[in-house]
């Protein structure tokens, strides 16, 4: 699978600080800053489309790992150093395989998450689609989704880590049904994240495990107590 190749442009800001990585995390612990060869990059404020999205997409696949006890996500500001003496990136969303959970250390994850999600923003176009692209395909992340919900974009592109060490752009926004390696079993529509606002996790969490519509809203509505006629007629596929 090909893109049609396109030049991510820097935005232009103010020259970043330097310090040690010691200093950084003295400093900006917690915040929404990344350590880069020495350069602190912070970021500004997200969109509320933006939040709407990493809401879903966290409470979607969190759910599915608890249920399955594949691992954990975790959400920025908590970060990742894939490498020994390597960058520290905060992405917006990772997920750490139950058999990796030891390199999750109470700073920051001392090691490769098995799943990063980038949401593009209008100032991390190039940093998500080149820097981070090529950084985390080094550091060994087996599969980098990168999600652009801006106006008028919708373009998500799916990364897995070929045994060469580089990434394969397995999927895209025009699949109807996206697989991940990384958590079995689970798939995903990726008209689903455009939706994100409106669509309810939970719901769509049921329809991957293969649930009707009303079965779904049958189970919902069992959670919510609303037994009703849910309890009278069971629940089917």
């Known amino acids: 699978m090909q893109r049609t190749p396109t030049i991510p442009v820097r935005p232009q800001a103010s020259a970043p600080s330097r310090m040690s990585f010691d200093a950084f995390m003295k400093t900006y612990e917690g915040r929404f800053a990344e350590w880069v060869d020495g350069e602190v990059i912070e970021f500004m404020p997200a969109s509320s489309t933006h939040q709407a999205l990493l809401n879903f997409l966290n409470h979607l696949i969190d759910l599915y790992a608890k249920l399955f006890n594949l691992g954990t996500v975790q959400l920025a500001p908590y970060a990742m150093r894939a490498t020994p003496g390597g960058s520290l990136r905060g992405p917006d969303l990772m997920f750490i395989a139950t058999e990796n959970i030891t390199r999750r250390t109470e700073k920051y994850l001392a090691g490769p998450a098995d799943l990063v999600v980038e949401i593009v923003s209008p100032e991390s176009v190039h940093r998500d689609r080149d820097e981070k692209y ?74 991957i495990r293969g649930l009707s519509p009303a079965a779904a809203e049958q189970v919902r509505a069992l959670l919510l107590g609303d037994s009703g006629t849910a309890g009278q007629e069971g629940v089917s596929g």
Do not use: Q
Request: net charge negative; glycine share 6%.
């Open 134 to 207: 090529h950084e985390y395909a080094r550091g060994g992340i087996r599969e980098y989704w990168v999600i652009d919900s801006r106006p008028n974009r919708h373009r998500a592109d799916f990364h897995r880590l070929l045994p060469e060490g580089h990434y394969e752009l397995f999927a895209t926004e025009d699949d109807e049904r996206v697989e991940s390696a990384v958590l079995p079993g689970f798939w995903l529509n990726p008209a689903w994240l455009w939706e994100a606002g409106e669509r309810d996790p939970l719901l769509t969490l049921m329809e």
